[in-house]
């Protein structure tokens, strides 16, 4: 892999897009991504050739709405046993999270995946709650779990996520102009390149699907540069190693088998039709939503507010950096968070925040 | 957030195989793949999802260098 971050080439392709006198707007929709552009300062390399890279709504823990995260406490409060990827802990629901809650005596387990948390509830008398966060990357896992006839005390908050409404919500908004995306590789990995056409086709968008080096962003934007140039608008896939047109058919069967479309609420968006993921009913017992209705009923309907002054909900759809938000480093930071694009390792707060300090970009850290 | 760097299969029992992320070993649930030992693969949340093709890796890296010869040709 060490080859993807050769240094010749990398300055070969900075210089061509230099050349080119761009001046455009791409956009992002991973964690990941956002990473590899603030830990190896691409993102101010690309600025320098006229090119501005947001992130869109990419980051699972962030697009979680308010009414999602109190259900998980709610559970906990009530006695449940709740499973969990490490990154929600801390993300405020109403007034908690899922950290004040355990500090309160709530049964609340960080996780790695979710069979870990199927063989808690194997060891344990009581419910297990897995929260199922997260886009086509672990929806899949989740799925795979359930349909593995897991013990009756076991059961999904499923608040699984798929990116491709998200980006047609993006373009249908027509609050930002995109000149190019730059899709997930790992999301893709599962999809394949398919259902990002439509956004080609219909919104005249150009698209890259890209690996995570930092030649592979390059060669990504590079790619973008060039449809951008010649006027095409076209899915390419510079992550050929792992992302077949056609994705992994093991795991769509799975969640095809285990989930139905439902329309959800994303931070920072009004309700996109068709982008969450429901237990499907032969999975019932399973399906924390159904099982724990009375409890769960009525913190969903509740209204819930967002964290005052916080932006996340724009950043989620590109329309500000995080070094935009008054708050940045001042009120908000990784030990402070007032909102989850500071709380997830995939938030662009957070990313923002652990590679620059005052303006200083930290490489090692 | 996505582990980027693929892991090598060292072992498989079942739906279960060892990984090995740069020197430590870690479980990972092998359902939704088709992997044989030595294969490496992308690991997201204790399961592969993917095994990289490492063909189309090295293909890549000559895509990358050809183009970059086609613009110094051209310029
Ligand atoms: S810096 Fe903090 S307050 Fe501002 S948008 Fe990010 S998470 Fe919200």
Redesign the pocket.
């Given at each position: 892999m060490f080859r993807y971050r050769d240094r010749e080439v990398s300055k070969k392709i900075m210089g061509e897009l230099e050349k080119m006198g761009l001046d455009i707007t791409l956009m992002h929709v991973c964690g990941t991504h956002q990473d590899t552009l603030m830990r190896f300062g691409l993102d101010g390399e690309f600025r320098k050739a006229g090119i501005d890279i947001r992130q869109g709504p990419g980051c699972p823990v962030c697009v979680t709405p308010p009414e999602e995260i109190e259900q998980a406490l709610e559970l906990a409060r009530k006695g449940v046993t709740i499973a969990a990827f490490g990154d929600l802990m801390r993300v405020p629901g109403r007034e908690q999270s899922l950290d004040d809650v355990k500090a309160e005596g709530g049964d609340i387990r960080i996780v790695f995946g979710i069979d870990d948390a199927v063989e808690m509830a194997r060891d344990s008398e009581n419910e297990v709650v897995f929260v199922g966060l997260g886009f086509e990357t672990t929806a899949p896992t989740t799925a795979t779990a359930l349909l593995a006839d897991p013990p009756d005390n076991f059961s999904v908050l499923n608040f699984h996520r798929v990116v491709p409404p998200a980006l047609r919500a993006i373009a249908s908004l027509g609050e930002i102009k995109l000149h190019g995306m730059i899709q997930p590789g790992h999301v893709s990995t599962i999809i394949g390149t398919e259902p990002y056409e439509f956004l080609s086709k219909e919104h005249g968008i150009p698209q890259v699907v890209a690996g995570f080096e930092p030649l592979d962003l390059m060669m990504g934007v590079y790619m973008l540069a060039k449809q951008i140039g010649e006027g095409r608008a076209v899915v390419q896939n510079e992550y050929s190693r792992v992302v077949k047109r056609g994705g992994n058919p093991v795991a769509l069967k799975a969640m095809e088998d285990a989930f139905a479309t439902s329309d959800v609420r994303w931070r920072g968006f009004p309700v996109i039709p068709r982008s969450g993921l429901a237990v499907r009913s032969t999975l019932g017992k399973h399906d924390a939503a159904k099982k724990f209705e009375d409890i769960l009923a009525p913190v969903r309907d509740a209204e819930y507010k967002e964290?005052e002054?916080?932006?996340?909900g724009e950043?989620l759809r590109g329309l500000?950096t995080?070094e935009e938000?008054?708050?940045?480093?001042r009120?908000?930071t990784p030990s402070t968070?007032?909102?989850?694009?500071?709380v997830s390792r995939e938030?662009?707060?957070y990313i923002s925040h652990r590679y620059i300090r005052g303006g200083r970009r930290l490489d090692e850290h | 957030m996505c582990l980027a760097v693929p892991a090598e299969i060292k072992s498989i029992d079942g739906t279960t195989a060892k990984v090995d992320f740069g020197g430590v070993m870690r479980p990972v649930n092998i359902s939704l793949v088709d992997a044989k030992i030595g294969d490496y693969v992308i690991v997201h949340a204790g399961y592969a999802i993917e095994i990289l093709d490492k063909e189309e890796a090295e293909k890549t890296l000559q895509l990358f260098r050809d183009i970059l010869a086609q613009e110094d040709a051209g310029a």
């Open positions: 964290p002054g916080c932006r996340c950043m500000l995080s938000c008054p708050l940045f480093g009120q908000c968070p007032v909102g989850p694009c500071m938030g662009s707060c | -």
